[in-house]
């Protein structure tokens, strides 16, 4: 029986049809929806911790407007897929999850940030994000920023917390890779392409479209596996495989999210639909056209979940190989 039909009590009869859409299609056993689920649950309360009221040491004050809109940024919503890929990339080694569990909001919460700045009228100019308004429409512009600033900088705060990790080096290497994951050469640098692009006379070429695609979503999905291979003291040929790993399913994820786009609705997605080709925006479809970006996707996933067979860690990897899957076959 699905994951859905049987949801633990504490979920509301609203997260269990968010959970059943989002499954819909997707090739992944009933164990592993119950896992992400469950993931999501955690992050929840984690991040509802962060995002409390109480003003913490060194603080002076929680501004409430300002931390309202970045709770109606992080709360409440999502899958929560970059915090799965830290966590379950650390258990791999042994890494109970609530030890990565401060790592993987940090992550989270630049992925939130993003999404904030992405819907601004300056950028994507949305209406709607997870099935609600989106935060410059339920507050205001100036709050918006602000929330994606915040949540951007609390990241690193959390980071650079000693509670995230005992060792100061470890903690500087998330630190580091994480802005590296977000900034210039990765997030912001891919969000400044595709806005270049728009305004272009001449459509990207395919392999500009894959540098682009693997800067703005590619490199923060690929974080999140990285994260956890740091933070499971990943050995070089380790790490190297879960990065190509992370690099793929990086792929695969923009790839399915071109797709989304092109054939699903707003209702399943809690976002609109439909924005590339309004746009005339050149995207693997546009180039490729469905079938053949649907065959790329699939190809993804395989070479991603051949690095997690040569990785040699038995039934270990089966999670990362159903995240891989699920990527790929997600409905919203
Ligand atoms: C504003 C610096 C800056 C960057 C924006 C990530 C991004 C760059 C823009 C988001 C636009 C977008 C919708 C891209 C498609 C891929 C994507 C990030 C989808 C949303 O991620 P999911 O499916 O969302 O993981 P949930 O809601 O489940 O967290």
């Known amino acids: 029986m699905p994951f859905f039909h049987r949801h633990p009590p504490c979920q509301s009869p609203l997260q269990a049809v ?11 056993s009933a164990r592993f929806e119950q896992r992400l689920s469950a993931v999501a649950d955690q992050v929840e309360a984690a991040l509802e911790n962060l995002l409390s009221p109480h003003v913490r040491s060194g603080e002076t004050r929680r501004p409430a407007r300002l931390l309202a809109a970045m709770r109606h940024a992080a709360l409440g919503g999502g899958k929560r897929l970059r915090p799965f890929l830290v966590i379950e990339t650390a258990a791999l080694f042994g890494v109970m999850p609530e030890m990565a569990m401060r790592t993987a909001c940090a992550l989270e919460m630049i992925h939130c940030y993003s999404l904030v700045h992405d819907d601004l009228p300056a950028m994507d100019d949305d209406d709607l994000r997870r099935g609600l308004p989106t935060v410059h429409k339920a507050y205001d512009e100036a709050t918006a920023i602000l929330a994606g600033d915040a ?5 690193f705060e959390v980071l650079a917390d000693p509670a995230t990790h005992a060792d100061p080096f470890l903690r500087s290497e998330l630190v580091r890779l994480l802005a590296m994951a977000s900034g210039l050469g990765g997030m912001a640098g891919g969000q400044a392409l595709d806005l270049e ?4 006379e001449k459509p990207l070429t395919f392999d500009e479209i894959l540098q682009m695609q693997a800067m703005k979503t590619g490199a923060l999905l690929a974080h999140g596996v990285e994260a956890g291979a740091i933070l499971g003291r990943a050995n070089h040929l380790a790490m190297a495989r ?8 990086g792929a695969a994820f923009q790839v399915a999210d071109d797709i989304l786009d092109a054939k699903s609705d707003a209702a399943t997605l809690g976002k609109r639909t439909g924005k590339d080709a309004q746009r005339n925006k050149a995207t693997l479809i546009s180039l490729m056209g469905l079938e053949a970006a649907e065959k790329r996707r699939d190809q993804l ?15 270990r990897t089966d999670v990362l190989v159903e995240a891989a899957r699920f990527v790929a076959g997600r409905a919203s």
């Open 151 to 155: 949540l951007l900088t609390y990241a």
């Open 242 to 249: 879960l990065k190509k790993f992370g690099a793929l399913i």
């Open 197 to 200: 692009a728009e305004r272009a």
């Open 18 to 28: 968010f959970w059943r859409d989002v499954f819909l299609g997707a090739r992944v």
């Open 301 to 315: 996933v395989d070479e991603a979940v051949a690095e997690l067979h040569a990785l040699d860690l038995g039934a």
